[in-house]
C-alpha cells in the first residue's frame, strides 16, 4: 500500500475516484499488521477512498425507506446471483458431527470452494474490459466471508465486503445511480447470507469489543440504518420497520445470550423494545465520528 500525504477528511458528497485507464491491478497483501501501521493506512489514498465510498453511501440513503423505489441494475443483478451461489453451497456443505460446540471444521470445505471459485465469481459480474481486475477484487470477497483457520467472523470481514463493493466502483461496474440498490438489495443479501454462515457453522465473533459493541459480526447496518431517520418526521416506532438497521434486530436479539445485568444486556433490551435508536441515532450519526475507529478492525 503506497504511503501518501494525510488527506482531509473525505465528505459524503466525494465520489470514488476511478482507476486510470492505464491501471496495473495487483493482488492485495496484508500491509496492516501492527499498531502504527494505521498511521500508514489512514494517509494512504485507499483509505480516502473507502471512507468516501462509505459515507458517499450514507448520505444517498438518507431519508431513504426499504420501501422506496431504486434502480436495479445488470451489475446489481448479478452481484444477487453471487451471494445467491455463496448460499446455495452452504446447503451442499452440511455441517460436520463434530463434539466442539463452536468452529465447525465444514465451514473450511466451504470456504475452499470459494477460495477455488473467487475469480471466476468476480469475473462474471465485471464488464469484460475490466477482466484484469479480478484476481484483485477476488481476493476482498474471500476476505468478507470470515476466516478458514480460526473459523470466525466480525467487522473485519463486513468491512473486506464494503472494500469489495468499493472496487466495483472503482473500475466503473457499479455507479452512483446504484447507491440504494447496494445497501438495500446487495448489502442485505450479504447479511442474510453470512448470518446463514454463522449459524451453520457456529462461527465465532472476531475482535468482540465485548459489552461496547452491539453486534459482534456488524457494524454497517446501524451506520447505515441510522442515516435513514435523518429528516424522519414519523415516529421511532412507525420508521423502524423501514430501516437496514431495523433487519439486524431478530438476529441481534436471538444470537446473544438474553438481557442481564449487563452493559449490552440492558442495550439489547431497549432493542427488543423498538427503542434503542432514540438512544443509538445521535451519537452514532452526526460526522459518522464512530467510523474511525471501526476501520482499525481492518488489521484483524
Known amino acids: 500500500m503506497a504511503e501518501t500525504e494525510p488527506h482531509s477528511a473525505s465528505s459524503p458528497e466525494d465520489e470514488t475516484s476511478p482507476v486510470p485507464v492505464n491501471h496495473n ?6 500491509e496492516i499488521c501492527m499498531v502504527p501501521d494505521m498511521g500508514k493506512w489512514k494517509r494512504s489514498q485507499a483509505y480516502a477512498d473507502y471512507m468516501g465510498f462509505v459515507l458517499t453511501l450514507n448520505e444517498g440513503v438518507k431519508g431513504k425507506k426499504l420501501t422506496c423505489e431504486y434502480k436495479v441494475s ?9 451471494l445467491g451461489t ?15 460446540r463452536f468452529g465447525n471444521k465444514a465451514f473450511r470445505t466451504w470456504y475452499a470452494k470459494l477460495d477455488q471459485e473467487a475469480e471466476a465469481l468476480v469475473s462474471a459480474v465485471i ?17 468478507s466471508v470470515g476466516n478458514s483457520t480460526r473459523i470466525d467472523y466480525g467487522t473485519g470481514h463486513e468491512a473486506a465486503f464494503a472494500i469489495f463493493l468499493c472496487c466495483l466502483c472503482k473500475i466503473g461496474a457499479l455507479t452512483v445511480d446504484d447507491q440504494l440498490a447496494i445497501i438495500f438489495k446487495v448489502f442485505d443479501r450479504y447479511l ?34 441510522s442515516a435513514q431517520f435523518i429528516d424522519e418526521n414519523r415516529s421511532i416506532c412507525g420508521a423502524l420497520q423501514s430501516t437496514v438497521e431495523h433487519q439486524c434486530c431478530p438476529y441481534l ?12 444486556g440492558r442495550v439489547l433490551g431497549e432493542v427488543s423494545r423498538h427503542s434503542a435508536l432514540q438512544i443509538w441515532q445521535p451519537p452514532v450519526h452526526p460526522g459518522c465520528e464512530a467510523l474511525d475507529p471501526w476501520t482499525e478492525t481492518l488489521c484483524v
Open 86 to 100: 455463496l448460499d446455495r453451497w452452504i446447503d451442499e456443505t452440511p455441517p460436520a458431527d463434530q463434539p466442539s
Open 253 to 264: 436479539v436471538q444470537s446473544q445470550p438474553g438481557p442481564g445485568p449487563n452493559v449490552q
Open 25 to 30: 491491478f495487483m493482488v492485495p497483501k496484508k
Open 127 to 143: 464488464p469484460e474490459d475490466k477482466a484484469a481486475a479480478a484476481p484483485e477484487i477476488a481476493v476482498y470477497l474471500k476476505e
Open 192 to 225: 442474510e447470507v453470512m448470518r446463514k454462515l454463522q449459524k451453520t457453522y457456529r462461527m465465532e465473533p472476531a475482535g468482540s469489543q465485548g459489552v461496547w459493541g452491539l453486534d459482534d459480526f456488524q457494524f454497517l447496518p446501524f451506520i447505515w440504518g
Open 74 to 82: 445488470e451489475t446489481i443483478e448479478k452481484l444477487l446471483v453471487l
